[in-house]
Every structure is written in structure tokens, then in C-alpha cells.
């Protein structure tokens, strides 16, 4: 086959541009500090996926249904305030977030939800209500939509569902 170069690009570009018209909807998915752990200690808090696993579900679950997915991980506040100040404006519709230990301390992170204007689901692995008091209280539950926590990392998927299905009606 001898496509020239100018034939690739015009089939690629008419592709991305037709997935952009059939996209139903744009999310992110945010993880914080510590999370890119998950799968190699305390399995009987988190569980055995890692975080690639959890990602790779969530984008098998999004490309079905014509959605369009970010997923990201820091250590870093201010990178994760960057990652939602991006969704802000690249129309991005929702943001799945476990915010980890910032969920507990973080009013800079309420803040930058608190402008992005999408719906906000907040997941914790664990059931945080069940732990220490310094994890019942979460300054992101504040702006969240929904709060989703103890469902293992199926929490995600439930988060992505209902984004979905909700999107449908
Ligand atoms: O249950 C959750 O998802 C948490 O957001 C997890 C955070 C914790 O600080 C929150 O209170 C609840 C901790 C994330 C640390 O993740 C690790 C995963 C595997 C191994 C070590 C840490």
C-alpha cells in the first residue's frame, strides 16, 4: 500500500474528528498522593489493582460508551490544582477525583472545584468513616455531587456508570 503521508494525515484527522463529534461526554479522573502504590502495599485497606488496572477499566467502560477520558495521578497538590484548572476549560464535563490525604486538608483543592462547573464525584477506596476522625472529614465532599467510599476500587466504576448513565436521560 502506498499511502502518502498527506493521505495519512486526512484519514487520521477526519477520525479524530469524527470520535469528537460522537463523544458523549468528557471526563477526568484525578488520584492523589500516594495512590500510585496502590497494588504493592496494604492490600487489606486498598486492595490488590494497581493503579493501572483501575485506569484501564475505566477507559474500557468509557470508550463503550463514546466517552472521552483523562486519567491522572500526582503526589503533588498544585499539579492536581493544574490537572483541574485544565478540565476547567478543555470541556471536560465531570471529574471522578480521590483527592487521598488531601481530601482531609486541602481547601486549595476545594477551591479549584469549586470554579470548574462539571459534576464532581468524590471516591475513596476505603470506607473513610470507618477509620481514624482526621478521614471523616473530607473539605472536597463540600463541592463533590456524589461521594462514593468503602466499594474498593469499584467505586470508580460506579463513579463512571452513573456520569453515564445520567448523562443518557
Ligand atoms: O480510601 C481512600 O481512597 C483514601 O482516599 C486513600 C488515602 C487516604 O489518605 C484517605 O484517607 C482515604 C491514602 C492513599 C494511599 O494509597 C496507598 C495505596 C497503597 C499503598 C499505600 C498507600
Known amino acids: 500500500m502506498n499511502s502518502s503521508p498527506t493521505m495519512v494525515n486526512s484519514y487520521c484527522s477526519i477520525h479524530s474528528q469524527r470520535d469528537r463529534a460522537m463523544s458523549q461526554g ?93 459534576k464532581v464525584i468524590e471516591v475513596h477506596i476505603s470506607n473513610v468513616h470507618k477509620r481514624e476522625s482526621f478521614r471523616h472529614h473530607s473539605y472536597v465532599s463540600l463541592r463533590a455531587d456524589g461521594v462514593i467510599a468503602g466499594l474498593g476500587t469499584y467505586g470508580y466504576q460506579a463513579a463512571l456508570n452513573s456520569l453515564i448513565s445520567e448523562s443518557a436521560t
Open 26 to 118: 468528557k471526563v477526568t479522573v484525578l488520584h492523589g498522593p500516594n495512590l500510585n502504590l496502590l497494588g504493592a502495599r496494604q492490600p487489606e485497606i486498598y486492595g490488590y489493582e494497581t493503579l493501572e488496572d483501575v485506569n484501564n477499566t475505566l477507559r474500557e467502560i468509557a470508550v463503550l460508551s463514546g466517552w472521552e477520558i483523562n486519567c491522572f495521578q500526582s503526589n503533588h497538590e498544585g499539579a492536581l490544582i493544574d490537572a483541574i484548572h485544565t478540565a476547567r476549560v478543555d470541556g471536560t464535563s465531570a471529574i471522578i477525583i480521590n483527592p487521598a490525604a488531601y481530601t482531609h486538608t486541602s481547601v486549595a483543592i476545594l477551591d479549584a472545584l469549586n470554579a470548574f462547573e462539571g
